[in-house]
């Protein structure tokens, strides 16, 4: 089998359902400074699906940078998921990163605080968590996980290898929680959201091919934050997923004090719906803000509409985002 890219029965679905959709993906930046460059189909109440691993079958748009995330291998290294399948509550996911011989991967770069950064993202996209694994001698990670219900979820581990002339990879693989599983619509597109009493308004646009700034600006009772705190070096982090595959992106952070506003420069790959997660810090806790956005007007490939009674995330915290892990 080809170790570079698996096509699961549920992508190839989510694939004709949602055409060329993009999701994007992340940005943390040194305080102050700019960051480096670098780096199902809808069943009502059905069972879902077993994991499978990286995605294919999505050629990325001429006009912006390549999307990542979609394979479970790339730039020599494969991520191996020993937990594809959990259950929902509490539970522990497993893997490790290894290299072309099969070797665990033992040595990573240090970067914004960590050696490597997991994201676990539900495919309707109303549970996200950044979470950050510990790393046993051996190449093992572990890192507990809380997934709110049944579903179709998938990870992404974000890491440079120590390795001379390694570069920043970006793998994913598919988790998934049996059970009855009916996924909900998007929250619909706001310039505004909130989450635990703080108030999010997001300005700018996704442009596809174009860098774009998107400015979010935090406050709270009506009194803009001027002291956030710094998260992984940085006075927010950025994650972006396109609706349909979950396509990963660089999001770059632009220099910026303690807010009220974070800003960040992003180039969608194409039209479609985005969603986006800011992490910000204030009085020693992280918290989670979330928008649907459109780049480029519709939806691409006719992607599924942003709903109003979505539960999770819009206009208030999406599930799973307070369990962040450091």
């Known amino acids: 089998m080809n170790t570079g890219v698996r096509i699961t029965a549920y992508a190839a679905v989510l694939a004709a359902t949602f055409g060329a959709a993009y999701g994007v993906g992340k940005g943390v930046g040194p305080v102050g400074a700019p960051a480096s460059s670098r780096h199902a189909a809808h069943a009502t109440q059905a069972e879902a699906p077993a994991a499978g691993g990286g995605h294919a079958g999505h ?35 497993t893997f490790s990163v290894k290299d072309r011989e099969g070797r665990k991967v033992t040595a990573f770069k240090t970067e914004h605080g960590k050696e490597l950064h997991f994201i676990v993202a539900s495919r309707d996209l109303t549970v996200y968590m950044h979470l950050h694994p510990v790393r046993a001698q051996d190449g093992t990670w572990s890192t507990p996980v809380d997934l709110p219900a049944p ?42 959201t909130e989450v635990d009493g703080y108030q999010v308004a997001l300005a700018g646009a996704l442009d596809p091919g174009q860098a774009a700034e998107l400015r979010l600006t935090v406050s709270k009772d009506g009194k803009p934050v001027t002291d956030l705190e710094p998260y992984l070096g940085a006075y927010g982090h950025l994650v972006a997923l396109r609706d349909g595959d979950l396509a990963y992106l660089h999001v770059h952070p632009n220099a910026g ?13 194409s039209a479609g719906t985005y969603r986006l997660f800011l992490d910000f810090r204030h009085q020693g806790t992280v918290r989670t803000a979330a928008f649907t956005v459109q780049a480029g007007g519709a939806p691409a490939g006719g992607g599924r509409p942003a709903g109003d009674g979505a539960a ?15």
Not at 61 to 73: F, H, K, V
Not at 312 to 326: F, T
């Open 151 to 192: 579903g179709a979820y998938k990870v992404f581990a974000d890491f440079t290898p120590d390795a001379a002339g390694a570069k920043g990879v970006t793998l994913g693989a598919d988790l998934s929680v049996p059970g009855p599983y009916a996924p909900a619509p998007l929250p619909p597109v706001e310039p505004t």
């Open 257 to 269: 004090g303690p807010g009220p506003v974070v800003s960040f420069t992003a180039t969608a790959p």
């Open 59 to 93: 050629e990325e748009a001429a006009q912006g940078p390549a999307a990542g995330g979609l394979q479970i291998s790339e730039g020599g290294y494969t991520l191996a998921l020993d937990t594809p399948r959990i259950a929902p509550g509490p539970g522990e996911v």
């Open 312 to 326: 999770a995330a819009g206009g208030r915290p999406a599930a799973g985002q307070d369990g962040h892990s450091h």
